[in-house]
């Protein structure tokens, strides 16, 4: 944090402590576990370091089509996500290439491209597991 040019308070080491232990967390999920550390947080000052810690590169906020935000300590490096259709699960991905930007779009209009978010899509095992152990429907009888 001091690295960053943020205080160390309480509520500051809560909140990334909580990242750190639980990746790809949404606010509400963060305050949650501030809370049953600190005891009463609002919701303003998780959001507001959120804000800091993100501006400051200490975390970083992803936010996968229909979902919401959600933050993760890994910022270090060029990595990307796979998220589940079903349940919303999202797992790390290394970048096969390594260095940002990891693709060359076919025009950049002009911009100085420094990054490429990747997201994939899929089922996540669990899901997958779960959806070949439900029998399928029964079909309706066309005679009535």
């Known amino acids: 944090m001091r690295q960053a040019d943020l205080r160390v308070t309480r509520p500051r080491v ?11 967390a949404d606010t509400d999920s963060i ?10 947080v609002s919701h303003q000052a998780v959001y507001d ?12 906020r992803i936010e996968p089509a229909g979902s919401v935000a959600r933050y993760e300590s890994r910022v270090a490096d060029n990595h990307h996500h796979v998220v589940c259709r079903s349940c919303g ?3 790390d991905v290394d970048c096969a290439v390594g260095d ?24 996540c095992p ?9 029998p399928p429907a029964p079909e309706k009888d066309s005679r009535v």
């Open 89 to 91: 699960a999202i797992e």
């Open 100 to 123: 940002a930007p990891c693709l060359s779009p076919s025009h950049v209009h002009g911009y100085a491209i420094d990054e490429a978010e990747v997201v994939y899509w899929g089922t």
């Open 126 to 134: 669990t899901c997958s597991t779960a959806d070949s152990s439900v």
């Open 49 to 60: 370091v959120l804000r800091a810690f993100t501006a400051g590169g200490l975390v970083r």
């Open 31 to 40: 305050i949650r576990v501030v809370r049953e550390d600190l005891g009463e």
């Open 14 to 24: 809560a909140v990334l402590s909580a990242v750190y232990h639980h990746p790809h």
